[in-house]
C-alpha cells in the first residue's frame, strides 16, 4: 500500500524535493532562552585547560607488590617483566580509554625493549596528569633504566619510582 492509499495521508507528507513545513519557519529561539555563546559561531570547541580533571571511566588496576615482581623477573630470568609490562599497559587502556595497551605496549618491549621504560613512566604519570594531580613519575624517569644494562641498580630504581607511583595511582582510588 502507498500513502495515497490512506485518506489524509497526501496531505501530511510533502511532496518529493520540497522543504518540509517544519523547516520553513526561521527558527527563533524562546524569550527566556540564554544567548550562545560569543564567537561560537560553528567553531570548533577550544581544547580543555591544562590539569582539567577527566574521571576515570574505566576499572581500577591491580597493585603488585615492588619486591615481589622485582623477585618474580629475577626467578624467571625476565618473563615476568614483559607479563607486567602488558598487564600494566592494559590495565591503564581499560581505566582510561587512552594509551598504548597491552599488546603494543608489549610488541614495543619486544621490539624496542630500550623505549619501553620512557613509555610506561609516561603513561603512569599521565594517569595522574589526568586527575589533576602532580606527576610523580614521567618520561624522563625512563632515564634512570637507560645505562642500567650493564649496572642493575638503575632499572631497579626505574622499578621501584614507577610501580610505586601506579600503586600508589591504584590505592587512591580504593585498590588494595
Do not use: C
Not at 134 to 162: Q, Y
Amino acid at each position: 500500500m502507498t500513502t495515497s492509499q490512506y485518506p489524509g495521508a497526501a496531505a501530511q507528507q510533502p511532496a518529493y524535493g520540497s522543504t518540509p513545513a517544519y523547516a520553513q519557519a526561521p527558527y527563533a529561539p524562546a524569550p527566556y532562552a540564554p544567548a550562545p555563546f560569543p564567537g561560537y559561531a560553528g567553531q570548533p570547541m577550544p581544547p580543555a585547560p591544562a590539569g582539567a580533571y577527566f574521571p576515570p571511566s574505566g576499572p581500577i588496576g591491580k597493585v603488585r607488590g615492588t619486591g615481589v615482581a622485582i623477585l618474580l623477573m629475577i626467578v624467571t630470568f625476565g618473563i615476568y617483566s614483559l607479563v607486567w609490562t602488558y598487564s600494566v599497559h592494559d590495565e591503564m587502556k581499560r581505566h582510561t580509554g587512552n594509551g598504548l595497551g597491552g599488546g603494543v605496549a608489549l610488541l614495543i618491549s619486544i621490539l624496542f625493549g630500550v623505549a619501553s621504560p620512557f613509555i610506561t613512566s609516561s603513561e603512569v604519570g599521565n594517569l595522574y596528569e589526568r586527575m589533576g594531580r602532580a606527576k610523580p613519575v614521567s618520561g624522563a624517569t625512563g632515564l634512570w633504566a637507560f645505562p642500567g644494562f650493564v649496572i642493575l641498580v638503575g632499572p631497579i630504581v626505574w622499578f621501584v619510582k614507577t610501580n610505586g607511583a601506579l600503586n600508589a595511582y591504584w590505592r587512591s582510588l580504593g585498590a588494595r
